[in-house]
């Protein structure tokens, strides 16, 4: 505690008294240091001075009674027990009564381990051999399955010198079936002592145990590394070896021993140091190629191993061999983690291209044998599909397997899930396959196959598909059947239409169709497919979901097709038709352009005349024709009072006197422009402003005429 000197005293005006209290005064925490020491502090029990025999009576008395109360109380605490044994041996070296205390605690729970142990200890501990090993024969007896019984036992007689007792100790644990470690302590201790020949058999016996590889190692690398060389040492080792391949391998383990890769590896790295390199690389080759090692990341160490082996003592083409070796056991390990790794499979079977039939061939059917899990045609499914081509391409011209092949097409297009895609390439191969290998049914076979695909792949219009038909067919002149597919075809890419609007595959198809019978001289047809589809309602006009779209483009195709043939007065019927369904105004100048873009009957007339191409020129007749067709337009429209198209009208009719008339021609169009006139109107919102369009008078007003003539009459009968 701080003691405050007033403010009116300065430090020098103090008293000495005052200076002295200020030094010796104390802190809390002084307080707390030594509160603290004093609880670390050891407890020191107050010393009792024995003067006679009747007092070291009466303190043992007094001592053993606490021993006794405590044990009365927890007859389970058996570091009491040990304590009061302990005291028995160290302050009254009262031996038989320490082991009655020990006795009477075992009695208590005889399969508590601890507890012989500790017994056991003290045992030895003062020297008593015959009762330490009176407690263990009891205790491994008792626990026969307890190890640690069993190493003391050992240890005690093994430091005695007593080896044949060892021996038998470790004779009757083994019966007991116990685990590899007590094998390998037992084979241990004939080691120290260079006993080579029990070390041989109790191998055997382990292994008639225990018929692993790791224990085929630790033999392994006895001979090699403990047993002194000799003459016989290199056919021991070898033998082995060998003989843990063959045990292995007759018990079935071999595939999935995790130690088989270390056998490998050791082995060969031995026959290597004797100089045996033929008899290591023979080794690697038959550990690898019969699959004697399964683990993907051991048979990679291993091909590892190998390649640095051919490195070191192999030629150029051994070297390329092991290095194939590696790249092949990489593959099989992706492939192995994800079956699904088509891209894997691929480089896979092109690295076995030229292994063996049956290698590759199982190589193929595993690559096949998981199929993709998306319900979409995805990537994963395209690469797939041409592993299955690829699989029977190969048995057809590598193997000269032609009903195998057969099999792998018809396997492949059940597999394929055409209810929800499917893949033309694969029809159409099949489909070739058999036009290829059938001498007697082929084209029968080929259309099944065609057929069947058209029938399974409706929903999708495969094009690919109707486009190979068509054009064997063709190639056949068959030209009945190729009209039937160009109507399935049509059929199809209608109904594909309705459900996707914005592909318009029927148009395209249509004009396929009408090409092929144009290049067939079949005019009446073409005009019947196009007035077939002209004429077929559209979806605009009624609630149909059959159309051909666009309805312009088609008709312009039409036309195009009509001029080509130098039908043009059905091409002027086909406009009335078009212009009586929907006068637009593109119609309408479509129209007039077309008039100027035919020959007229005098070119009509050359050309047939001429052997030589007639050039084509516009003269007055076209042009004549045209202006015709943009005066009647305007008529159209004056008619229907529609003064925006009327005025898009005459500006394409100007546009056309500018381009093709003269000053005059463009001069009469530009009479024909109405004048705007600005009005205003009351609405319910106020007054506006509207435009309206006054064209010039062609014909006497007649309706003014008849006013005036009734106003007349009433005049004169007045």
Known sequence: MNLDLPSTLSPEASSPAQSSLAKAQVSSADILSEVHSLKQAPFKASKQSIQDLEELRSFQQAKRRDYEQHLNKNRLNYGQWIRY????????????????????????????????????????????????????????????????????????????????????????????????????????????????????????RYLAEYPHGDVWLRWADFERLEVPPSESSIPRIRGVFEAAVDALFENGTIETDTSVSQIILRWTSWEASQGETDRARQIFLTALEKGMIKSESQKSKIYQVFADFEKMFGTSSSIDSSVAMKRRIQYEEEVTKNPRDYNAWWEYIKAEEHSSVETLRDLFRRSISTHPEEKYKSLLWRRYVFLWIKFA?????????????????????????????????????????ELRNDKVEALAKARKVLGRALGLTSKHMKSKIFRFYIQLESRLNELKRVRLLYNKWIEAALIHDSEHPESRAALGVLKEFIFKEQQLGEVERCISLYEMAINLPFKDEVDIKLSFEPRGDLFAAFITFLKEELLYERARQEFRKEIDRNASLNLWIEFANFESSILSPDQIKDLEDATDEVEFQLGD??????????????????????????????????????????????????????????????????????????????????????????????????
């Open 393 to 433: 391409l190969w048995e057809e011209f590598s193997n000269r397997d032609i009903e195998r092949a057969r099999s792998i097409w018809t396997d492949a297009l059940v597999l394929i899930p055409h209810a929800r895609f499917t893949f033309a390439k694969i029809w159409i191969m099949a489909a070739e396959f």
């Open 85 to 204: 044994a302990k005291w028995e041996l160290e302050h009254n070296h009262d031996y038989k009564r320490a082991r009655s205390i020990m006795e009477r605690a075992l009695q208590v729970n005889s399969q508590h381990v601890p507890f012989w142990v500790r017994y056991i200890e003290l045992e030895l501990l003062h020297r008593n051999v015959n009762h330490a090993r009176n407690v263990l024969e009891r205790g491994v007896t008792t626990l026969p399955y307890t190890d640690k019984l069993w190493y003391m036992y050992v240890q005690t007689e093994e430091t005695l010198g007593n080896y044949n007792s060892v021996r038998k100790i470790f004779e009757r644990w083994i019966s007991w079936k116990p685990a590899k470690a007590v094998w390998d302590s037992y084979i241990g201790f004939e080691k120290r002592y260079d006993e080579y020949d029990n070390v041989r058999a109790l191998f055997t």
């Open 621 to 718: 007749y076209q042009k004549e024709k045209s202006r015709e067709v943009f005066n009647e337009a305007v008529k159209h429209f004056r008619q229907k009072v529609d003064a925006r198209n009327c005025i898009a009208v005459l500006n394409a009719w100007k546009q056309y006197e500018e381009a093709h008339g003269d000053v005059n021609s463009v001069a009469k169009v530009e009479e024909k422009f109405p004048k705007e006139i600005t009005k205003r109107r009351a609405t319910d919102s106020g007054e506006e402003v509207y435009t309206e369009y006054e064209f010039p008078q062609e014909t006497p007003n007649l309706n003014k005429f008849l006013a005036n003539a009734r106003k007349w009459a009433l005049q004169s009968n007045s």
